[in-house]
């Protein structure tokens, strides 16, 4: 099969895809996303998503890529093994950086939720019970960001890297058959 690889991340993608479409229609994905807060102004949420996007777009890429040179390229003939290597070494590695992203703005998300829900404390009128509980709802919204960003981010990074492990298999054996067919 030519694009085997390919096949493999669709494979891989197609359940995870199904669940999210279902949870988009259904409409839990859009309370996930929004976090159920006020404060949606911190879009941080969607910017792991964006992330996200790119890099399985480059990761889709980069295993037809793989593909295409595991059956027709023959660019290692005659070179080095150590060009073969530098060659492969870092094709993955913006994508593999790009997951190290997606943990830290959701752990950047969990800071802004958590500055957002103390910033409705009043620590003068802490001493008040009514006031305490109606500053409460704040503390929750906040929290709510917090959570959701770093959720989303953590699975984001953990989905991408089960996809970067397929495409990392390829990239090896494209690195053994071109070192097996280096001229003696």
Known sequence: MKY?????????NFVPII????GWVF???????AGGSQYEST???YLIIAIFIAAMVMLFYRAKQVDDELTESSWWVGQSPDFIELSLDHRLQPIVYMGYSLVVFGL??????????LNGIDPEAMGDLPTMISSL???LQGVGIAYYTTLVGSIGDIWLGFNILIVAGALNRLRLRALQRQPA
Not at 19 to 22: M, R
């Open 4 to 12: 085997s690889t390919v096949a493999k991340l669709i494979a891989l």
């Open 19 to 22: 669940v999210l479409f279902f």
């Open 27 to 33: 409409g839990g994905l859009q309370l996930s996303i």
């Open 108 to 117: 950047i998300g969990t800071v802004i939720g958590f500055i957002f829900g």
């Open 43 to 45: 879009y941080v949420i």
């Open 137 to 139: 709802g704040g503390i």
